[in-house]
């Protein structure tokens, strides 16, 4: 059996912030690499202002969203308008193998950290910018978060219900849709490296890459004109489709029914196999015309039980249905628990903590989530004396004239 992690040995630089960006290489350390993320105690990630936080202290070390996204990785804080810390850059980008950034295109170009300007200090260096709408055309020095490229793609226009105004999706959307192709894209970009010794530049522009979730709809909008629109539970190919009540206090429960067969083992376990033989539900169609009604009988049923039985008797009969879960459920869901889906660190400043683990399954490789997101600036000392070879005479004079800040 393999021991060592894929990506043992592959050096990663860093300027990720916000969630897209972090999230590509909180899964390289996942997998072995050595990520040094760059901060700077004057300009703090976003996230790190952002909750849950761990006991509900608001300080920069405890936001557990930033912890989870940052596991893993090694911490320097640099002051980026003294020359000597774009001097330290420099020489990691010399140190590392990948660069990845998720800046709007001004920033790194101002600092005068574009691919152009690496590729001088080392040519065969990998880099990927990562932003809302890519580094080039009319909107590429846009800036903003995921929730403004999910309304510029179209997502709030199909989330909803028709006669009310749009309702999600909740919160910076494509910011975890467009990691998973950001990845994926940096390891075309390692093979090629380790086949051809050449290195590349990598423009993701993460709205686009949340397009790909908005395949069928713009297709169908090229193909026939037809224009799509809010549904709210409805669905085109499902009859009944959505979410019911259940008892307790905000408890629903989701139920799909796409086959004949389907139904009429709903009907079944509901007590009620006269439903199947009402001429308002008896086909697909019929019931897509009738779904108020349809759904008013079916909640009739489900508010009488608890959202784990409903879910229990009608999966028993193959009936797609499971309960909707609250954040108390998916913290003891036995399916999570027995993937160890999340796993306890320990933070330097705020204890243990909880991160989720990797959301892939290598049976050789599996990915290894030892180590909390980094303190700023806690691992200074580790990263410009291990990885650069610094003396502790030249730290002690950056530390001195506030270039680690």
């Not at 608001?58 to 930033?66: D, I, K, N, R, W």
């Not at 910018?129 to 199909?158: D, E, H, I, V, W």
């Not at 890459?209 to 224009?227: E, H, Y």
């Not at 490789?365 to 600036?377: C, D, L, S, Y």
């Amino acid at each position: 059996m393999a021991t060592r992690l894929p990506l043992a040995g592959v050096k990663v630089l860093d300027f990720m912030w916000v969630l897209a960006g972090p999230g590509i290489t909180r899964a390289m350390a996942d997998y072995g690499a050595i990520v040094v993320r760059i901060e700077s105690v004057e300009r703090i990630d976003p996230t790190r202002t952002v909750g849950p936080f761990k006991n509900n202290n608001t300080g920069a070390e405890h936001s557990t969203l930033f912890g989870n996204n940052n596991a893993g990785k090694l911490g320097l804080s640099l002051d980026l308008k003294k020359p000597a810390a774009r001097a330290i850059v420099l020489d990691l980008v010399r140190w590392a193998d990948v660069v990845c950034e998720a800046f709007s295109p001004k920033a790194m170009r101002a600092w005068g950290f574009d691919y152009e300007s690496l590729r001088a200090v080392k040519p065969d260096i990998i880099m990927l910018s990562t932003c809302l709408m890519g580094q080039t055309g009319p909107l590429a020095r846009f800036a903003g978060f995921g929730n403004l490229a999910a309304a510029l793609c179209g997502f709030y226009n199909l989330v909803g219900w028709p006669d009310r105004t749009p309702s999600g999706p909740f919160s910076a959307y494509t910011d975890y849709i467009a990691p998973r192709f950001g990845l994926a894209a940096l390891m075309a970009a390692l093979i090629h490296h380790k086949r051809t010794g050449q290195g590349q530049y990598i423009d993701q522009a993460q709205a686009e890459s949340a397009l790909q979730f908005l395949t069928l709809p713009i297709i169908d909008t090229v193909g026939s004109g037809r224009k799509y629109s809010p549904i709210g539970n409805d669905d085109p190919e499902h009859a009944p489709h959505g979410i019911y009540p259940a008892a307790g206090d905000d408890r629903w429960v989701a139920i799909a029914c796409r086959i004949d067969e389907q139904w009429q083992a709903l009907c079944a376990a509901m007590d009620r196999p006269q439903l199947a033989e009402d001429p308002r539900f008896k086909t697909f169609s019929a019931r897509r015309r009738h779904r108020e009604e349809l759904d008013r009988a079916i909640g009739e049923w489900t508010r009488a039980r608890a959202p784990l039985e409903t879910e229990r008797i009608l999966q028993a009969r193959g009936v797609p249905a499971h309960t909707v879960a609250n954040t108390f459920d998916g913290n003891a869901d036995p399916q999570l628990l027995h993937r160890e889906h999340f796993v306890r660190v320990n933070h330097p400043v705020a204890g243990e903590t909880v991160v989720e683990n990797s959301r892939y399954r290598f049976s050789r490789t599996p990915a290894e989530v030892k180590r909390a997101a980094p303190a700023i600036g806690g691992d200074n000392q580790y990263v410009l004396e291990k990885l650069l070879g610094y003396s502790d005479d030249r730290i002690s004079d950056l530390v001195a004239n506030g270039v680690l800040g």
